[in-house]
């Protein structure tokens, strides 16, 4: 099926380790986004790319870098984790000229670090 | 900047209960409206939207009316069941912001039998 794919799905992390998040959409979406969702914080944007060669920080990009590798994905790398970024990460496509267009999420990826 | 401001929850309903959740914006520009559903264990989906002042969204029996006056895009259900237990999300685009979507902080509701 069309969509985002993300993986890993569950990841648990020593605190000091790194990680590379793997997204990628087969819509041929111009851009893609990274999200953390926190109990009682709603989604918050880390990074997003509005089209291939470009990424941009969003509302809490420290802690984390992002790689748009093509224009099908965009990787979140954590270098050195920490247990506040324990949470579930999401990534999003859409079709940034197209007025209207929603978001197409991925299923997520569940970070514990301990 | 961009918000949303979504009626706190949780939000707890017995099956064939009316369903209202109340969602206000502000935006910069003119702004296309959302409705998002995440079920457990998911990523979000989208359930609805609206693009301009008056359209209603509708789809699997919810709608939403987008309303410039009140800035508002309440979420609608005559009759909730059981399977529309879910964290629902209301969000807002301009077009000319990078294609980001603001979100607001997403509202619980569990369907009781």
């Known amino acids: 099926n069309a969509g985002v794919t993300q993986t890993p799905k569950f990841q648990v992390l020593k605190t000091g380790q790194s990680m590379t998040l793997q997204c990628a959409q087969d819509?041929?979406?111009?851009?893609m986004y990274w999200y953390r969702q926190d109990p009682g914080m709603g989604l918050r944007l880390i990074y997003y790319?509005?089209?291939?060669?470009?990424?941009d920080k969003g509302e809490v990009p420290n802690g984390y870098n992002v790689s748009r590798l093509n224009k099908r994905e965009f990787s979140l790398r954590l270098e050195s984790a920490a247990p506040s970024q324990t949470s579930v990460y999401f990534c999003?496509?859409?079709?940034?000229?197209?007025?209207?267009?929603?978001?197409?999420f991925g299923s997520g990826t569940r970070l514990t670090v301990v | 900047g961009d918000s949303v401001t979504q009626m706190e929850g949780p939000v707890t309903l017995s099956e064939e209960a009316c369903l209202t959740i109340?969602?206000?914006?502000?935006?910069?520009?003119?702004?296309?409206l959302f409705w998002y559903v995440q079920y457990p264990g998911e990523g979000l989906q989208l359930l609805l939207k609206?693009?301009?002042?008056?359209d209603k969204g509708s789809n699997k029996g919810f709608e939403a009316t987008y309303r410039k006056e009140t800035t508002s895009f309440h979420l609608e259900k005559g009759s909730v069941q059981v399977s529309d237990s879910a964290v629902y999300f209301c969000?807002?685009?301009?077009?000319?912001?990078?294609?980001?979507?603001?979100f607001g902080d997403g509202t619980t509701l569990t369907v009781k039998p």
């Open positions: 609206a693009t301009k002042a008056d």
């Open positions: 999003a496509s859409s079709e940034l000229r197209a007025l209207g267009t929603s978001y197409t």
């Open positions: 969000a807002l685009s301009v077009n000319t912001n990078a294609g980001k979507s603001t």
């Open positions: 790319s509005a089209s291939e060669g470009t990424t």
């Open positions: 819509m041929n979406h111009n851009s």
């Open positions: 109340n969602c206000t914006y502000t935006a910069t520009g003119y702004p296309s």
